[in-house]
């Protein structure tokens, strides 16, 4: 089975996606998500210029080896953009190689270890009764767990903050825009956001929370500490982690569950946080933790210390990417939950999927393959956008902080 056509196609239905599509001589062919948030066209060139000359001719069957291809193959090992490109390499042949056997992915991973994938929802308000109120909506829907974000008094924009109620989307400018940050403001704001959320949910719901990487250690073991009655699902990046060793600090002050991951790369990254036992869930995801073949390595790392997946499900991951995590979620044996923001209409026109939503679970149904197709003719009515994430600077003296 010889690929025979491999291209990128560049859309933006409501947002950019970069899409890989690989066709083999005998009339197969299979698509990877290639999308990196306001950097999608790097990506797009280092797959047209420097990958898909190399696969040409290549055995579609050889997941392994071209992915290993890829990765020692480059020299230059990791890195998002790299590790994107062949993230979408392995999900498109991941995709031939189910449609080739007629069966789902799932099947070919092992089958299923669950009859549902449980996804959290997005409830963003611009103050915490707006919260409260978006979390009880969230729950009317079905959903079991609910990430709440809320913006805080005296700060003029805030991460995880929206402009619509079910779709957030942070990349919304053509260059980027300006957030304002306290850290204390922060901290003075949200124990009092999840006492009221807690109150109005009711015990059963799991709620979730993400700091966006913009605390100290010592700060996040504060806030960690003060979120304990309200018994997180997880607080999400507490801290930036490049120094993994950062997050034993959190970790010997706190109880409450700790999330991290969804901007690593490699297995490296994960590595200490997950030896250590630093973390509680993992976070990678197929799109930029180099596809399904490193993302099974990790979870199966993660396993051996009782770490369980979470994967990455914002908007900026296409349908694509959903699709394939969902066959990856309904098998891997230490599965925690799945992120699920929807995506627009206009999104959802491109990208036809098998993928069903029902009562807080998603399904990735029984069509050979990944279960996602893309609509190249609509797709074309789209052409690309510059949009950027924001920057955040400290309000009291402008100093660039983590966004
Ligand atoms: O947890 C999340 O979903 C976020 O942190 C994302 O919204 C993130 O900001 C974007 O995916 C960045 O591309
Ligand atoms: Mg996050």
Request: contains cysteine; glycine residues 8%; aromatic residues 10%.
């Amino acid at each position: 089975m010889k690929i025979i056509d491999a291209k990128v196609i560049v859309c933006s239905p409501g947002r950019n996606f970069v899409t890989l599509k690989i066709t083999t001589d005998d009339g197969l062919s299979g698509i990877g998500d290639a999308t990196l948030n306001g950097r999608e066209l790097s990506v797009a060139s280092y797959l047209t210029d420097h990958v898909i000359p190399c696969l040409i001719g290549r055995d579609a069957h050889q997941v392994e080896d071209i992915w290993q291809y890829l990765y020692r193959g480059a020299y230059w090992r990791r890195g998002p953009v790299t590790m994107t490109a062949i993230a979408a390499v392995d999900t498109a042949l991941w995709d031939i190689k189910a449609k080739a056997a007629g069966m789902p992915l799932y099947q070919l991973l092992g089958g299923k270890s669950r009859t549902g994938v449980m996804v959290y929802g997005h409830a963003n308000g611009a103050g915490i009764d707006e919260t409260v109120e978006q979390v009880l909506h969230y729950k009317k829907l079905g959903y079991k767990a609910i990430r709440a974000q809320s913006g805080v008094p005296g700060l003029e924009k805030v991460y995880g903050v929206g402009r619509g109620t079910l779709f957030y989307e942070p990349a919304d400018s053509s260059l980027p825009s300006e957030h304002d940050w306290s850290t204390e403001r922060y901290l003075l704001h949200t124990p009092k956001l999840f006492a009221a959320v807690r109150e109005a949910v009711g015990p059963d719901v799991h709620l979730l929370h993400d700091v966006h990487h913009r605390l100290t250690p010592i700060e996040a073991a504060r806030l960690g500490k003060a979120l304990e009655p309200y018994h997180l699902f997880w607080m999400e990046d507490a801290t930036p982690a490049e120094n993994q060793e950062s997050f034993r600090l959190i970790r010997q002050h706190t109880t409450t569950p700790l999330a991290v991951g969804e901007i690593f790369n490699s297995i490296w990254d994960c590595k200490d946080l997950i030896q250590h036992q630093l973390i509680d869930y993992i976070r990678t995801t197929v799109v930029h933790a180099g596809g399904i073949t490193q993302l099974r390595r990790i979870a199966d790392f993660a396993g051996m210390y009782q770490v369980r997946t979470g994967s990455h499900g914002a908007t900026d991951l296409s349908p694509v990417c959903m699709g394939a995590a969902l066959h990856f979620d309904l098998w891997v044996p230490n599965f925690g939950i799945q992120e699920y923001m929807r995506h627009t209409d206009e999104t959802d026109a491109v990208f036809p999927h098998a993928y069903t939503f029902e009562d807080g679970f998603l399904h990735p149904g029984d069509a050979p393959g990944h279960g996602v197709d893309i609509d190249e003719a609509l797709a074309a009515r789209y052409p690309y956008k510059p949009a950027y994430l924001p920057v955040n600077r400290l309000a009291h003296d402008g100093t660039l902080w983590h966004w």
